[in-house]
C-alpha cells in the first residue's frame, strides 16, 4: 500500500511538473510582438529602423509612397514642392501603395519618420489611420537634420485616439547600443 502510495505520489508529481512546463511554453507564446514601421525619403530613418528592429526583435515594414518623392518634391526651400504642399495642409493624406499583413498580431507599434516642418510627414498619418491601434502601444521615433519633435505627437494623436501614445524619441545618428538604452 505504502508503495502504491508512493507511486501515486510520483506520478502526481510529474504531472504537475508537466503541466508548469505546458504553462511557461503558452506564456512564452503569448509573448508581445513589435512591429518597426517606417517612412524614409532619404534612408536616414530607414537607417535608424532597421537598428531599432534589431534591438528589440520587431519586424520592420516600410511605409511606401504610392508615388515616390523625388529630390525636387522634397525640395523645403521651395514653397510649390510635393512635400511643402502637404505640409500645408494638415488633412493632405498621401496614397500608401503597400499594407501591414494582420496588423492585429503587433501590440507594439514603432512609427518612424523624418521630422518635416517639426511634425511627421502626414503620410505617417495616412498609414495610422490605416489601423485600428486602439489598445496599441504606439512609439513615435524620429530622426532631423536639427530640430526636434515639435508637435509631432499633437498631430499624430487623433489619426489613433484610442492607442496608448508614447513620447516620441528622437534616434538621429544613434548607435545600436544607444537606442538598446533609449528603448529601456
Not at 509612397?65 to 493632405?92: G, I
Not at 499594407?99 to 498609414?127: C, L, R, S
Not at 489598445?135 to 521615433?141: E, L, M, N, Q, S
Not at 513620447?167 to 547600443?177: M, Q, R
Request: charged fraction near 25%.
Amino acid at each position: 500500500m505504502k508503495r502504491l502510495s508512493l507511486i501515486m505520489t510520483l506520478a502526481l508529481a510529474i504531472v504537475m511538473c508537466a503541466c508548469a512546463g505546458d504553462k511557461k511554453e503558452n506564456n512564452k507564446n503569448m509573448s508581445t510582438k513589435t512591429l518597426v514601421a517606417y517612412f524614409s525619403a532619404t534612408g536616414t530613418t530607414k537607417a535608424a529602423a532597421e537598428k531599432l528592429a534589431e534591438v528589440v526583435g520587431g519586424t520592420l515594414h516600410e511605409i511606401q509612397p504610392e508615388q515616390p518623392y523625388t529630390d525636387a518634391d522634397l525640395d523645403w526651400h521651395n514653397q510649390q514642392s510635393r512635400s511643402s504642399v502637404e505640409m500645408k495642409d494638415k488633412s493632405s493624406r498621401p496614397a500608401i501603395k503597400n499594407k501591414v499583413e494582420n496588423m492585429d498580431q503587433y501590440d507594439t507599434v514603432y512609427i518612424g519618420f523624418p521630422i518635416w516642418w517639426y511634425i511627421a510627414p502626414t503620410i505617417v498619418n495616412t498609414f495610422v489611420e490605416q489601423y485600428n491601434l486602439e489598445g496599441k502601444t504606439v512609439i513615435p521615433f524620429f530622426t532631423s537634420g536639427g530640430s526636434g519633435k515639435g508637435e509631432t505627437l499633437n498631430y499624430l494623436k487623433p489619426s489613433a485616439p484610442k492607442a496608448n501614445w508614447k513620447e516620441p524619441i528622437n534616434l538621429t545618428g544613434k548607435s545600436k547600443g544607444e537606442i538598446e538604452k533609449l528603448v529601456k
